[in-house]
């Protein structure tokens, strides 16, 4: 009976685990509705011990963070290619060594206490290596990183 008991309550955790993948708390997501009152269809997922909001603004893949008081830590918008950034940042890209690589994302990383930055993450011609690169809104290049075994490029590790 033990033996069967256990074995119940084994199956009970491990079928519950990826229900919390998808929690966050309702501080949390109070403070998401408050921030981004039209969100819908918002997956949530964990980022290290922050909770991330997934879901689509104005056509765009829109993440933001929040620690486990609710507060807003970061939120990163999808642009994929170099259309929507801004001339600087453009012009800066198009001037550097990376330029004749393939751009493979585009990323707008905003934070509450600190500049934004633009991640363009560029591969390089004839072979596997990709570059991420931090450009400021007025196309300063504030970081480059050999990104090539880096699974996270945009995660709490990196900027959090």
Same mark, same amino acid.
């Given at each position: 009976?033990?033996?069967?008991? $256990?074995?119940?309550?084994?199956?009970?955790?491990?079928?519950?685990?990826?229900?919390?993948?998808? %929690?966050?708390?309702? /501080?949390?997501?109070?403070?998401?509705?408050?921030?981004y009152?039209?969100?819908?269809?918002?997956?949530?997922s964990?980022?290290?011990? $922050? $909770?991330?909001?997934?879901?689509?603004? !104005?056509?765009?893949?829109?993440?933001?963070?929040? !620690?486990?008081?609710?507060?807003?830590?970061?939120?990163?918008?999808?642009?994929?290619?170099?259309?929507?950034?801004? /001339?600087?940042?453009? /012009?800066?890209?198009?001037?550097?060594? #990376?330029?004749?690589g393939?751009?493979?994302?585009?990323?707008?990383?905003?934070?509450?206490?600190?500049?934004?930055v633009?991640?363009?993450?560029?591969?390089?011609? !004839?072979?596997?290596?990709? %570059?991420?690169?931090?450009?400021?809104?007025?196309?300063?290049? +504030?970081? +480059?990183?050999?990104?090539? #075994?880096?699974? !996270?490029?945009?995660?709490?590790?990196?900027?959090?």
């Amino acid at each position: 009976m033990k033996k069967l008991t $256990y074995s119940f309550l084994l199956l009970m955790l491990l079928t519950s685990v990826p229900a919390l993948a998808d %929690y966050a708390p309702v /501080n949390v997501q109070t403070a998401l509705k408050k921030m981004y009152p039209a969100a819908k269809d918002v997956a949530w997922s964990r980022d290290e011990t $922050y $909770y991330v909001a997934d879901f689509i603004q !104005n056509g765009f893949d829109t993440k933001v963070w929040f !620690n486990s008081k609710a507060q807003w830590e970061m939120r990163q918008i999808d642009w994929e290619t170099m259309d929507e950034v801004p /001339n600087a940042v453009y /012009n800066a890209f198009a001037a550097s060594e #990376y330029s004749d690589g393939m751009v493979q994302g585009v990323t707008l990383v905003q934070f509450p206490k600190r500049e934004a930055v633009v991640s363009v993450i560029v591969g390089m011609a !004839n072979t596997q290596t990709r %570059y991420q690169l931090l450009f400021t809104l007025d196309g300063g290049l +504030e970081d +480059e990183r050999n990104a090539t #075994y880096f699974n !996270n490029l945009l995660g709490a590790e990196v900027f959090l």
